[in-house]
Each structure stands twice: as C-alpha cells, then as structure tokens.
C-alpha cells in the first residue's frame, strides 16, 4: 500500500523532472513540409536555413501550428485533410493523433492560444464546407473541447490576435469532400472574421461585389495591429487583379495592386504572406515571383525564383523557400540562397 512518504517523494521527484523547452529541440526557427523522394517530412530549420530536426509524416503536409513553450508542433495534412499530428519535437516522435469529427475536415492550418492551453483548427463541414474552428485541450493530452462557426464558408488559415481572439480567412469556396471540385464559383462570398476571445463572432469583412471571386487564404498580421492577406483569383483568368489586401479593424478592406508591369506576374495565385518590419512578401509558386510591398500596401519591387512558396519573416528580412530544395533569404541586397536540401518544400515556412 502506499504511503504519505512515498507519494510525497514521488511527485517531488516528479515536480523536479526538467520540462523541454524548444532549446531541446535545436532552438530552430521555422517549421516546414516537404518531400522527400517518395516520403513526406517535416523540418525544423535554424535562422541560418539548416536543419535542426525532421519527423517523417504520413502523408503530405502543409501548415504547422508551434506550440508557444512545449517542443510541440503540430502538423496539418493537406487540405481537405483527416490528420493532424502533434510532433514532440525534442524526441523526434509522434505524441498525439488528432481527428476531426465524423464528417468534419481539417483544411489545414491551426493556431495555438497564447499560453498554449488551447489548440484551434480550420475545419469544415465536408458536405458544405461550412466553416468550423475546433477547439482541443492542448494542457490535456489533446481532447476535443468544442468547436465553433467561423462565420463563413471554407476557412483556411487563422492567426491569432494580441487580445487572444482570431482572425480566420474564410476562402469562399464549397469544395466536393471526395475530389475538391470547385461548386460555388458563380456565388462565393468570402471574407475575414474576426472571433472574440470567447469565440464570439465580432466582425465579418467581405469585399466589393466585384472581387468577390477573390478567395481570401492567408494571413499576416502588422505591428500596428493590421491584417494582411493574401487572395487568389478564381475569376476570369484574362483579368489581372489585386491578390494582397489589408484591414483593420473597423474598416473597410483595402486592396494593394503591384504594378501595372507586374499585374500578371503572380498567375491569379498568391501562395504565402508574410509580414517583416516594414514589409509584406507574397510569394506565387506558378509564378515564380515574390512580390513584395511596403507596409501601407504599396508596391516596392519583384523577386524571380522558381517555384517559390514558403515565405517567413526573419527579422527585418524574409526567408523563403522553394520547390527545388533551396533556403534563401531576402534582404535589402535581394535574394541569397542560404541551404540547398535533396527534397521540394511544401507550401508554407511558419516562424516560431
């Protein structure tokens, strides 16, 4: 039988054990997917652009979620997905597999509270693409809280906000859940939401009726406490449009042109957004190009690159990566490849 003694020896013992911290994982910088030959990974990568860890994946990745303190990240599929994976970082292994409900889909992205307690993820209806943002116990082994509407059809990326609450970039689409067919082009009406920190709807932010075949996608958000985002174009593809736009809150929404020499550049598709100081990047996979904007949306110059997608901030600079394997940053001297790897980099580069 035990004993006072003994259960007070242990969870002294217990309370003594070291916590990891992301030191023990290598104090990597940013989190990507990639491919590697006929595998899916997932690395950690210093500011320096080399590897501090990688976990294999069980399918293809797309964003990640890096839990404030813990050595944690968690790996989305990509979208419409049926698996996150919360990678213990430190370790090298795989600590939790979450699921959404039946007949839910996880589309990709997810954020953690600020003190870690709580993990959101973009999810939808799989028959309509309804917008949902579940809510899991990150402090409790990952159990399913609740979820909530988004306020919108087809949410992809949501960030988190100074106040606790979120913003969600609610893309418009309804999508067939078995091939991703595209089913409300004619009708689409995206928008950003703006959720409270209780998970109340506060605001919905939609565009002119005009670029209502803008699909909102990702977000960065500005120091001044501003939302950026990035659109692609589900319209007449003859028509060059905006694909970055900014917003506070409050507002009307605000879209930012290139020049008129770079209208095209971007193919309709803007793959990444980040914000740097002073900078906005939008990166364009099919385009080849970043383009990137000073922070009141006005357009400074482009940067060509092959199959460029992944884009994070690193100090006042970016880093990017790219479908052949290169790690590169962007500065005021342009871009300087940093690390090559024997793989092609996913979507996105998330900054820890």
């Not at 309804?174 to 409270?196: F, G, H, I, V």
């Not at 052949?324 to 490849?337: F, K, M």
């Amino acid at each position: 039988m035990a004993t006072r003694r003994g259960f007070i020896a242990t969870l002294a013992a217990a309370l003594t054990v070291p916590r990891l911290s992301w030191a023990d994982a290598g104090d990597p910088a940013f989190l990507a997917a990639a491919r590697q030959g006929e595998d899916f990974v997932l690395y950690g990568l210093g500011a320096d652009g080399a590897a501090r860890f990688h976990v294999p994946l069980p399918a293809r990745g797309h964003a990640a979620a890096a839990h404030p303190t813990r050595p944690e990240a968690v790996a989305f599929a990509r979208r419409p997905g049926t698996f996150a994976l919360v990678i213990d970082c430190a370790r090298g292994g795989i600590a939790h597999r979450l699921s959404p409900p039946e007949g839910r889909q996880f589309n990709g992205h997810g954020a953690f509270s600020a003190d870690g307690a709580r993990l959101y993820t973009s999810e939808v209806v799989a028959e309509t693409s309804e917008g949902r943002l579940g809510i899991w116990d990150a402090a409790g082994n990952y159990a399913r809280i609740t979820d909530l509407p988004t306020g919108g059809i087809g949410p992809h990326e949501l960030r988190r906000l100074p106040d606790g609450g979120l913003v969600v970039a609610n893309g418009g689409i309804q999508t067939d859940p078995a091939d991703r067919t595209k089913l409300n082009l004619a009708t689409m009406r995206p928008n950003l939401a703006y959720l409270s920190p209780e998970g109340a709807l506060d605001e919905v932010v939609e565009l002119a009726p005009e670029y209502r075949q803008l699909s909102i996608r990702h977000l960065a958000l500005g120091p001044d406490g501003a939302t950026a985002f990035a659109m692609q174009w589900e319209g007449d593809p003859a028509e060059p449009v905006p694909l970055l736009g900014l917003h506070k809150r409050g507002a009307a929404a605000r879209l930012c042109p290139p020049d008129e020499a770079e209208a095209w550049a971007m193919k309709g598709y803007a793959g990444s957004i980040a914000w740097a100081g002073a900078r906005i990047a939008l990166t364009s996979p099919p385009g080849g190009v970043v383009h990137v904007f000073d922070a009141q949306g006005g357009f400074e110059r482009a940067i060509r690159r092959a199959d460029v997608s992944g884009v994070a901030p690193l100090g006042d600079g970016l880093m990017v990566t790219d479908g052949t394997g290169a790690v590169s940053r962007i500065d005021s001297d342009g871009l300087a490849p940093l690390q090559r790897f024997d793989l092609a980099w996913d979507n996105h580069l998330v900054a820890l």
